[in-house]
Nanobody, 121 residues
Framework: QVQLVESGGGLVQAGGSLRLSCAAS????????MGWYRQAPGNERELVAV???????NSADSVKGRFTISRDNAKNTVYLQMNSLKPEDTAVYYC???????????????WGQGTQVTVSS
């Protein structure tokens, strides 16, 4: 069984910083892409940033220059460093991983349970 466990959310003032972590555990053969998504009340879930196994990244225009995604492949962990936070960054942040359970198997997408980030003005 695979689990993605997020940590690091909380309440911060505008202009502040937070660092989110997400560790994948269980019977994992290989992880391809890992990423962060967010969902604010009344909105659809949206991409924040993703990173491939070789370190290539992509992020939403709204967070470019403020958020940085990184990963530690040895720990099956992805991070999101969030700086210069704005009230509009308030949302539940979800970790995502596309992974294979064994050699030659299909790739599956897993989600974490979400962590709340609240930015006060």
């Amino acid at each position: 069984q695979v689990q993605l466990v997020e940590s690091g959310g909380g309440l911060v003032q505008a202009g502040g910083s937070l660092r989110l972590s997400c560790a994948a555990s269980g019977s994992i053969f290989r992880i391809n892409t890992m990423g962060w998504y967010r969902q604010a009340p009344g909105n659809e879930r949206e991409l924040v940033a993703v990173i491939t196994s070789d370190g290539s990244t992509n992020s939403a225009d709204s967070v470019k220059g403020r958020f940085t995604i990184s990963r530690d492949n040895a720990k099956n962990t992805v991070y999101l460093q969030m700086n210069s936070l704005k009230p509009e960054d308030t949302a539940v942040y979800y970790c995502n991983a596309i992974l294979a359970l064994k050699s030659g198997s299909a790739w599956y997408k897993y989600w974490g349970q979400g962590t709340q980030v609240t930015v006060s003005s």
